[in-house]
C-alpha cells in the first residue's frame, strides 16, 4: 500500500508502475488519487470523488485497494483489465469477471444475469 501522504504529489515515481500519481479530476475544484474515489468518504469538498460516474457502477466482490485504504471495498468497473493493478490481490486483472455482448459491444459487469435486458448504442449516445 501507498501512504495517503504521498497521492498525487506527481514528483519522483516511488513505485515501480507509478500507482501513487493514478489521480483524477472528478471536478474543476477537486483532483484525487482514483482509490479515494467510491469509497463512501467524502474526500472532495464538493462530494465529487463519491458522486462521479464510475462510482454508478461498482464489482459486486471487493477488493483491497493499493493506495489509501485498509479494509475491502467495492471498485468501479472500469478498473477490471485496464492494465494497471489496483487491488493489492491483483483480482481486478484477472480473468474472472462476468462480460456481456461480444466485439464492440463487450464490456464487464458485475454479475452474471446483469446481461438481460440492457441495451447498449455503439455510437455512444444513451
Known amino acids: 500500500t501507498v501512504s495517503v501522504f504521498m497521492l498525487c504529489l506527481s514528483e519522483n ?3 515501480d508502475d507509478n500507482a501513487e500519481n493514478e489521480c483524477l479530476s472528478t471536478s474543476q475544484k477537486c483532483h484525487v488519487h482514483k482509490h479515494k474515489v ?4 467524502t474526500d472532495c469538498p464538493d462530494g ?3 458522486q462521479t460516474a464510475y462510482c454508478s457502477r461498482l464489482t459486486s466482490k471487493p477488493c483491497n485497494r493499493r493506495a489509501g485504504h485498509s479494509g ?3 471498485f468501479p468497473l472500469a478498473w477490471i483489465n485496464d492494465g494497471f493493478v489496483d487491488c493489492i490481490e491483483g483480482i481486478d486483472e484477472m480473468s474472472q469477471w462476468p462480460v456481456c455482448g461480444e466485439g464492440a459491444t463487450e464490456r464487464v459487469v458485475s454479475k452474471e444475469f446483469a446481461c438481460e435486458d ?4 455503439l455510437n455512444g449516445s444513451p
Do not use: R, T
Open 38 to 41: 467510491c469509497d463512501n468518504v
Open 48 to 50: 465529487s470523488d463519491e
Open 72 to 74: 475491502s471495498l467495492p
Open 13 to 15: 515515481a516511488l513505485c
Open 118 to 121: 440492457v441495451f447498449i448504442c
